[in-house]
């Protein structure tokens, strides 16, 4: 399963921005739970949300009520809306993808995840 993240890039505090992950295999994001999770310089990766199969959603506490994880079954692309953003938001943001498991109930570390994406760097100025 190859997986490619875009729109990454500048913004300054307050703004938003959208990424894509694409998906290589056809039909994973309507059969696995798949997430976002980033990195900045320094830090552990973190997790930062998920969405089952059936649509069901997680975030972490510091994204809550500010992004949003979305995907296109049929484009085979998952989405993370990012608003409101801060200079701390500033990192590498990953797409993965769980093996053989629907939902995502629990899966906030990153070796619940099986296949990963190269990442597209958020830049947030203040």
């Known amino acids: 399963v190859r997986l490619v993240e875009s729109g990454g890039g500048s913004v300054q505090a307050g703004g938003s921005l959208r990424l894509s992950c694409v998906a290589s295999a056809s039909g994973i994001t309507s059969s696995t739970c798949m997430g976002w999770f980033r990195q900045a310089p320094g830090k552990e990766r973190e997790f930062v949300a998920n969405i089952g199969s059936d649509g069901s959603t997680n975030y972490g506490d510091s994204v809550k009520g500010r992004f949003t994880v979305s995907k296109d079954n049929a484009k085979n692309t998952l989405y993370l809306q990012m608003n409101s953003l801060k200079p701390e938001d500033t990192a590498m943001y990953y797409c993965?993808?769980?093996?053989?498991?629907?939902?995502?109930?629990?899966?906030?570390?990153?070796?619940?995840?099986?296949?990963w994406g190269q990442g597209t760097q958020v830049t947030v100025s203040s």
């Open positions: 993965a993808a769980r093996s053989f498991f629907r939902y995502c109930s629990g899966a906030y570390s990153r070796t619940n995840y099986a296949y």
